[in-house]
């Protein structure tokens, strides 16, 4: 199993475990180490949008939204049946409030699941925003919307998986060989809270900005409960809050293309990362006619370094190619990361795959507001 700590993957697929202390250390290690690479993230941040921010709930141009999410990560480098698998679902609606305004709420089901011990995190969260309008008309309007979420939590790992001394021999690993007897696979249950604030400008039908910020993880939740450690070997692990600023927007070209460009930065404890980039959409995206939209994009990932003496600064993760075709209802994206870290030795510069798939139910809508478009 690897885990990602502020950069620097950590193997814990051949850790040898002797006895019931050791197996307690192990736990709180995980859970430890594992915080930073268990707050989920994806490429196509932009097609995942109440897991970017809970302000963004209800924010679209129909009444109702399906999404659905799927990342595979570091599969060339400890094999696809041990690696990072994230998967999500949401559903999301608006509802009128008087002339102008909206209130928007929804659910969210995520999970992710790491390395051969199972290291996994599955959430279930509900949110909720209300949209003021500020200013403008019927076509062209700025909004401030504002978000919360409350969510719970489960982590676990099985060290039923996990390679013991007992197993290992001179001619390799037994498989049939003795488990420690005190072995047993932990979970834990813990609640999260988030908030988040969203502006964005409808300048007409084809063309409009927003700017956003989440904050996460306000009750910093601990992630273990392991206190009989002998020796004081308890490790407590808060789960760091995390701020989030994105950005984006639609720009219309000509009459048939546009540009889309983004932004998401996450701050977290002593980790940072920043995705920023554009996209080039084909076809005028007239919903009226159905007609088709087709995009290109290309995404950098920057990230700060495994802080050491000889190791510190910001360094570039990965490329990110993307590409989305919508038609009608739909949306469907599909992206590709390729690894321009120190890791690409070992995974030849592959790095990840996502997949994301957005399903509007729109309905007659009277009033003429046109939000960003995710």
């Known amino acids: 199993m690897g885990i990602l700590f502020e950069g620097k993957v950590i193997n814990l697929c051949t850790y040898k475990v002797v006895g019931m202390k050791r197996l307690a250390i192990l736990f709180s290690i995980v859970l430890s180490w594992g915080i930073q690479a268990q707050d989920i993230h994806f490429s196509q941040f932009y097609m995942s949008p109440t897991n970017l921010n809970p302000a ?66 599955l959430q279930f969260k509900l949110s909720g925003s209300y949209s003021k309008r500020m200013s403008g008309s019927r076509t062209s309007s700025n909004y401030l919307v504002f978000g919360a979420e409350a969510g719970l939590n489960q982590r676990g790992v099985k060290f039923h998986n996990a390679i013991w001394g007992t197993q290992i021999t001179s001619n390799g690993v037994d498989p049939n060989g003795q488990k420690d007897p005190a072995v047993f696979d932990p979970s834990f249950l813990f609640a999260d809270v988030s908030v988040g604030a969203l502006w964005f400008s ?30 004081n070997g308890y490790v407590p692990a808060p789960l760091y809050s995390k701020l989030t600023v994105h950005g984006g927007g639609v720009f219309r070209l000509n009459r048939r293309n546009a540009i889309v460009p983004g932004m998401v930065a996450f701050f977290q404890g002593p980790s940072f990362q920043l995705n920023g980039g554009t996209s080039f959409r084909f076809g005028s995206g007239n919903s009226r006619t159905n007609e088709a939209t087709f995009q290109l994009g290309m995404w950098a990932r920057l990230a700060n370094k495994y802080k050491t003496d000889n190791s510190s600064g910001i360094h570039m993760d990965a490329l990110i190619l993307s590409s989305r075709f919508d038609y009608s209802k739909y949306g469907f994206g599909l992206s590709y990361d390729i690894n321009t870290s120190s890791l690409k030795k070992a995974n030849a510069g592959n790095n990840s795959f996502e997949l994301s798939f957005i399903y509007n139910i ?5 009033r003429g507001i046109y939000c960003p478009n995710f």
């Open 56 to 121: 963004l709930t209800g924010v679209m141009n129909c009444k109702m939204r399906f999404v659905a999410n799927y990342r595979n990560q570091w599969a060339p480098v400890i094999g696809f049946a041990n690696s990072f698998n994230t998967y999500n679902m949401s559903f999301d609606q608006k509802i009128p409030v008087g002339r102008y305004d909206y209130f928007g709420f929804g659910g969210t089901f995520w999970g992710d699941k790491a390395g051969s011990l199972d290291f996994s995190t």
């Open 202 to 231: 409808v300048l007409d039908k084809y063309n409009n900005f927003y700017i956003g910020g989440a904050y996460s993880h306000l009750n910093e939740p601990l992630q273990n409960n392991i206190t009989d450690i002998p020796n």
């Open 362 to 366: 729109c309905g007659p809508e009277r």
